[in-house]
């Protein structure tokens, strides 16, 4: 009886539950925070590989060619460029406006010039890749399924195609 008469009992259990939640909500709060600032601050690597061509001519040379475009957070460094699982060495780069990413890469026939891995492709930016004689790609492997994939520090992406017959020039 005397615990119904007693006006601070009431009151130390409602106390109590209100020092309860606002330390949780507290914490709650806190948490919150430290997953934002973290997840705000990594940055992560993504690379989109599209308009991937592997071409064959009628005397049986081959040309590659794939659009790289960097649709991460931060910049971005190609060590390896591989057609059919073969590293390719002989390369030509060439940066891409943001209005041509949307275009087909043309058939080159004999592209000019020869970079060399690594390529440093910035974020946002896009880079045209032509491989000069992929593989040991032929005319007998017109229709065939090969694959390219482009290695970076973090990650690999791959893409497949089917080997083409080059337009008549």
Known sequence: MKILRNRLA?????????????????????TYFAINVTSTRV???ALSL?????WVDGSGNAIG????????????VINKITVRG???TTLTV????????????????GPAGEDTIPIVLPAG??????????????TNDIGLTVAFTVFTSQAMYYKETNVQAAPAA
């Open 10 to 30: 009431l009151s130390t259990v409602v106390t109590t539950l209100i020092i309860l939640v606002v330390s949780v909500l507290l914490a709650g709060v806190v």
């Open 86 to 88: 073969q590293e390719c």
């Open 94 to 109: 060439a940066s891409v406006d943001a209005a041509d990413r949307g275009t087909d890469l043309p058939y080159v026939a």
């Open 65 to 76: 060619a794939i659009m790289v475009t960097n649709t991460g957070g931060r910049d971005v």
């Open 43 to 45: 940055q992560e690597e």
């Open 50 to 54: 599209t308009w991937q061509h592997v």
């Open 125 to 138: 930016s896009s880079v045209s890749i032509y491989v000069t004689s992929p593989d040991s790609i032929s």
